[in-house]
């Protein structure tokens, strides 16, 4: 088999198995506990957070551990929304993992929010003078992700969150995608949160934090034990820090050679599927995009049949995000774009990671031409 689709999840790294497998055996403890067990439990917790607040330059209170990508983006939009009320205005892109389009939503109906989605161009960008057109001064909330999980466009965060703190609002990016590929540097980048999920830097599913700068108020989703400094109870996970931790640090330490050798691998099998589907259109920025991403679209096919016709192959891939399969809609994400729901619909996205090969690479893009070709000839008959 070959698994072209990292950007829905990665393989479990060893070193992360390893490092969590203490704390589901005999170091079990429950890190609010005061005895032994529970004292070596919040040792960990806390040497699991140091170690992703290197990684993102903050401080180790400002990570609060979650249960992946999805709680992250709630907890930042609806937390930082509703406990920061200098106005009741959230700006959001088009293209935002549903995490945060949803999230957003919610505010508007349950909460009395105005919602604005900012235009992206042909690419999917959010321009700075796209923000400065619907930002005002009620906006309390800026979101928009650092890097975009179907079409792989990065965003210009820094200077988004530039035009966010001069009007006074907060900016919060999704790094869910980029993590692993391009710096997390909460200075850098210029935001005040930022959300991140373990499955995809080689951690288990069902880990991830959320880092908020500072000692911003935090209204919690979640109620209860007031764990997370009161910013997210329940009771840690705390196997699942120390194994998030660990493969983030891990893919930190690799970033630079990992996008290096990834890159190469992704414009040679751009090359190939140009030659082997000369009308296959590629989405999302030219050269500002993910590494790893490649995605297309195949005029006078169907994603979805297409995707079966691959798999045959032994090839895995996906029609654009793996939280939206099985949906008959056309990619939000595409649409914005502008273009028609019909193209949308031909869709497929191929994400290449750490373990790709470029042998991999060769048979997957002469899969690619056979299964458009397949896809054609019964949509001619």
Same mark, same amino acid.
């Given at each position: 088999?070959?698994?072209?689709?990292?950007?829905?999840?990665?393989?479990?790294?060893?070193?992360?198995?390893?490092?969590?497998?203490?704390?589901?055996?005999?170091?079990?403890?429950?890190?609010?506990?005061?005895?032994?067990?529970?004292?070596?439990?919040?040792?960990?917790?806390?040497?699991?957070?140091?170690?992703?607040?290197?990684?993102?330059?903050?401080?180790?209170?400002?990570?609060?551990?979650?249960?992946?990508?999805?709680?992250?983006?709630?907890?930042?939009?609806?937390?930082?929304?509703?406990?920061?009320?200098?106005?009741?205005?959230?700006?959001?892109?088009?293209?935002?993992?549903?995490?945060?389009?949803?999230?957003?939503?919610?505010?508007?109906?349950?909460?009395?929010?105005?919602?604005?989605?900012?235009?992206?161009?042909?690419?999917?960008?959010?321009?700075?003078?796209?923000?400065?057109?619907?930002?005002?001064?009620?906006?309390?909330?800026?979101?928009?992700?650092?890097?975009?999980?179907?079409?792989?466009?990065?965003?210009?965060?820094?200077? @988004?969150?530039?035009?966010? !703190?001069?009007? &006074? *609002?907060?900016?919060? =990016?999704? /790094?869910?995608?980029?993590? $692993?590929? %391009? #710096?997390?540097?909460?200075?850098?980048?210029?935001?005040?949160? @930022?959300?991140?999920?373990? !499955?995809?830097? &080689? *951690?288990?599913?069902? =880990?991830? /934090?959320?880092?908020?700068? $500072?000692? %911003? #108020?935090?209204?919690?989703?979640?109620?209860?034990?007031?764990?997370?400094?009161?910013?997210?109870?329940?009771?840690?996970?705390?196997?699942?820090?120390? /194994?998030?931790?660990?493969?983030?640090? %891990?893919?930190?330490?690799?970033?630079?050679?990992?996008?290096?050798?990834?890159?190469?691998?992704?414009?040679?099998?751009?090359?190939?599927?140009?030659?082997?589907?000369?009308?296959?259109?590629?989405?999302?920025?030219?050269?500002?995009?993910?590494?790893?991403?490649?995605?297309?679209?195949?005029?006078?096919?169907?994603?979805?049949?297409?995707?079966?016709?691959?798999?045959?192959?032994?090839?895995?891939?996906?029609?654009?995000?793996?939280?939206?399969?099985?949906?008959?809609?056309?990619?939000?994400?595409?649409?914005?774009?502008?273009?028609?729901?019909?193209?949308?619909?031909?869709?497929?996205?191929?994400?290449?990671?750490?373990?790709?090969?470029?042998?991999?690479?060769?048979?997957?893009?002469?899969?690619?031409?056979?299964?458009?070709?397949?896809?054609?000839?019964?949509?001619?008959?």
């Amino acid at each position: 088999m070959i698994f072209l689709d990292h950007a829905a999840t990665t393989p479990v790294r060893r070193e992360a198995l390893e490092a969590m497998w203490p704390y589901l055996t005999g170091a079990f403890g429950n890190p609010s506990s005061h005895h032994g067990l529970g004292d070596e439990a919040a040792r960990a917790l806390a040497s699991a957070r140091a170690e992703v607040a290197a990684v993102v330059g903050c401080r180790p209170g400002d990570v609060v551990f979650t249960s992946g990508g999805t709680e992250a983006d709630n907890l930042a939009v609806k937390g930082l929304a509703l406990a920061n009320p200098r106005g009741r205005h959230v700006v959001v892109s088009p293209i935002e993992h549903e995490a945060v389009l949803e999230a957003a939503d919610a505010l508007v109906r349950l909460h009395g929010f105005e919602l604005s989605r900012v235009a992206v161009d042909e690419h999917g960008v959010v321009t700075p003078e796209a923000l400065g057109r619907v930002i005002r001064p009620d906006t309390t909330l800026v979101s928009v992700q650092l890097a975009n999980n179907e079409i792989g466009t990065v965003q210009p965060i820094a200077e @988004l969150a530039a035009i966010a !703190h001069a009007s &006074g *609002a907060l900016m919060h =990016t999704d /790094a869910v995608q980029a993590a $692993g590929w %391009l #710096p997390l540097s909460l200075d850098a980048l210029g935001v005040d949160a @930022l959300s991140l999920a373990g !499955h995809k830097v &080689g *951690a288990p599913k069902g =880990t991830g /934090a959320l880092i908020v700068r $500072g000692r %911003l #108020p935090l209204e919690p989703v979640l109620h209860g034990g007031g764990q997370e400094r009161g910013r997210r109870s329940g009771t840690e996970n705390v196997a699942g820090a120390v /194994a998030f931790a660990t493969a983030l640090r %891990l893919a930190e330490a690799e970033r630079a050679d990992a996008a290096a050798r990834v890159g190469t691998l992704a414009a040679r099998f751009r090359d190939l599927v140009a030659e082997a589907v000369p009308d296959a259109v590629l989405t999302g920025h030219p050269v500002d995009r993910l590494p790893g991403t490649v995605s297309y679209v195949f005029p006078g096919t169907s994603g979805e049949a297409v995707l079966l016709e691959l798999e045959r192959r032994d090839v895995v891939c996906s029609s654009g995000s793996a939280c939206a399969a099985g949906s008959d809609e056309p990619s939000h994400v595409l649409t914005a774009l502008g273009m028609p729901a019909e193209l949308a619909q031909t869709a497929v996205r191929f994400t290449l990671g750490a373990t790709t090969t470029a042998d991999e690479v060769e048979a997957a893009a002469a899969s690619v031409g056979e299964a458009v070709s397949a896809v054609r000839g019964i949509v001619r008959s």
